[in-house]
């Protein structure tokens, strides 16, 4: 389980995640289709099996076309990443 507190972390990811990854991490498909991009579901096994260190860095440093989420620093991108594995399927 994630260091940080979900709770907190789902009203971060509401603000400064879902309008790219949707309300229930499952991705926009409007945004997707513009940057022509296949977005995983946050959900994923795939995604999932990641470590909270390698999510960290992806939130923080950005991977492929998505840009760094720089209104998201130190205990915060914690509690994104503890919500962001509530979201598990």
Same mark, same amino acid.
């Given at each position: 389980?994630?260091?940080?507190?979900?709770?907190?972390?789902?009203?971060?990811?509401?603000?400064?995640? #879902?309008?790219?990854?949707?309300?229930?991490?499952?991705?926009?498909?409007?945004?997707?289709?513009?940057?022509?991009?296949?977005?995983?579901?946050?959900?994923?096994?795939?995604? #999932?099996? #990641?470590?909270?260190?390698?999510?960290?860095?992806?939130?923080?440093?950005?991977?492929?076309?998505?840009?760094?989420?720089?209104?998201?620093?130190?205990?915060?991108?914690?509690?994104?990443?503890?919500?962001?594995?509530?979201?598990?399927?």
């Amino acid at each position: 389980m994630a260091a940080g507190d979900a709770t907190a972390g789902k009203a971060i990811f509401t603000k400064s995640c #879902q309008p790219c990854h949707g309300a229930d991490g499952s991705g926009n498909p409007n945004i997707a289709k513009m940057m022509n991009v296949t977005m995983r579901p946050l959900g994923s096994a795939d995604v #999932q099996a #990641q470590s909270d260190d390698v999510l960290k860095g992806i939130v923080t440093g950005g991977r492929g076309k998505m840009r760094p989420v720089t209104s998201v620093t130190g205990k915060s991108v914690d509690d994104v990443i503890a919500y962001v594995r509530t979201l598990k399927k």
